[in-house]
Nanobody
Framework: QLVESGGDLVQAGGSLRLSCKVS????????IGWFRQAPGKEREGVSC???????YYQGYVKDRFTISRDNAQNTVYLQMNTLKSEDTAVYYC???????????????????WGKGTQVTVSS
């Protein structure tokens, strides 16, 4: 089970931290990633982190977003700073087993998904 939280309405330039709590799995090699889907658009990968700590960011969020994980809490975070109106979307976390390449993981072929959390950035 993956449960996202932390979405909210925020003004442009503001910050949010999203959390993805993961439970019910045995953690072999895996990728946990953050994805987003804006109205009328396809879901896209934002940032992914592997079980060995490797990280990938999409270019448009690099230097603004930071992904991290707390293994003791089985939680992955996405710190989002300097938010823009184009960051408005439903943010999902996903889990993929079987490899540790976060760039491949961020293509979106995940084994499990959360239900999402809404992020709205007002301009």
């Amino acid at each position: 089970q993956l449960v996202e939280s932390g979405g909210d309405l925020v003004q442009a330039g503001g910050s949010l931290r999203l959390s993805c709590k993961v439970s019910g799995f045995t953690f072999d090699e895996h990728i946990i990633g953050w994805f987003r889907q804006a109205p009328g658009k396809e879901r896209e990968g934002v940032s992914c982190i592997s079980s060995d700590g490797s990280i990938y960011y999409q270019g448009y969020v690099k230097d603004r977003f930071t992904i991290s994980r707390d293994n003791a809490q089985n939680t992955v975070y996405l710190q989002m700073n300097t938010l823009k109106s184009e960051d408005t979307a439903v943010y999902y976390c996903g889990l993929e087993f079987g490899h540790t390449n976060p760039k491949i993981g961020c293509r979106g072929d995940m084994d499990y998904w959360g239900k999402g959390t809404q992020v709205t950035v007002s301009s």
